[in-house]
């Protein structure tokens, strides 16, 4: 195989050590995301905790109501019991009696709204709960799936890295040196020759360049410096 010839082979596995070792870290970035369930974990937390301050809400209006109807209980069995007879004091009794009903009647409203209140947060909670359940496991397909990947792609490496040594073991050092100087601004060193044409920047060759690459010179181009390989 020609110098050009063993660069090119050498660029193929650098090329694919490079998309493996993308792949690695996409993997891996992606394993490691899990923002969409932290999200939804805490939105879930704060959806039961406000439920929780409304139920201590309702909980504390029922306390006032029954301390309500309690007192009104009172003031029926001094206004039907008979032991009152004072007009003035009846008088007085059926104000508050009437006062205390009009308060019931309001704390009720406001109890219904409060629990309709509580009812409404905790179907969206339940909500939240189902899609938290569904990003879990969706999660857990993921790392499933990704993990197997990320362990066959670094199976993968260390036999690439293994042949790429060998094949630069056996490729004279000064030419993986222009090599590798060239594939610091270029994704592709070496580039296939066609029609008398580089095929990096397709700009002509000239006939003597040509005819050295055939023979088997390490030749690079005019013009973009890249190595001419011919096939
Ligand atoms: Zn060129």
């Known amino acids: 195989m020609s110098l050009a ?30 923002k969409a ?14 439920l929780k301050d409304e139920r201590k809400r309702q909980k504390s209006s029922e306390w006032e109501l029954e301390d309500l109807q ?21 008088v007085n009794l059926e104000i508050e009696f009437r006062g205390f009903k009009s308060q019931i009647r309001s704390k009720e409203d406001a109890l219904l709204g409060l629990m309709s209140q509580a009812e409404e947060i905790e179907a969206t909670a339940k909500t939240t709960a189902e899609e938290l359940e569904r990003l879990k496991r969706e999660w857990e397909q993921k ?9 066959e792609v670094e199976a993968v490496l260390p ?12 490729i004279n050092p ?26 990096g920047c397709h700009i002509a060759l000239p006939t003597s360049q040509w005819q050295r690459a055939k023979a088997g010179d390490l030749i690079q181009c005019n013009s973009c410096s890249r190595i001419l390989y011919l096939e």
């Open 37 to 50: 369930l932290v999200a939804a974990e805490s939105k879930l937390a704060s959806q039961k905790e406000q």
């Open 5 to 34: 010839g063993q660069l090119h082979k050498l660029q193929q596995i650098d090329l694919e050590l490079q998309r493996k070792q993308q792949e690695l870290y996409e993997v891996e970035d992606q394993l490691s995301d899990n």
């Open 70 to 90: 309690e007192k009104v209980r009172q003031i029926e069995s001094k206004l039907y019991s008979g032991t009152t007879k004072n007009p003035k004091e009846l």
């Open 174 to 199: 000064e030419a993986i040196n222009t090599y590798e100087r060239i594939r610091l601004t270029r994704r592709q060193a070496v580039v296939k020759a066609e029609r008398g044409k580089c095929q």
């Open 159 to 170: 036999q690439l890295r293994e042949s790429r040594d060998g094949l630069a073991q056996q």
């Open 143 to 151: 790392q499933e799936t990704l993990g197997h990947r990320k362990g």
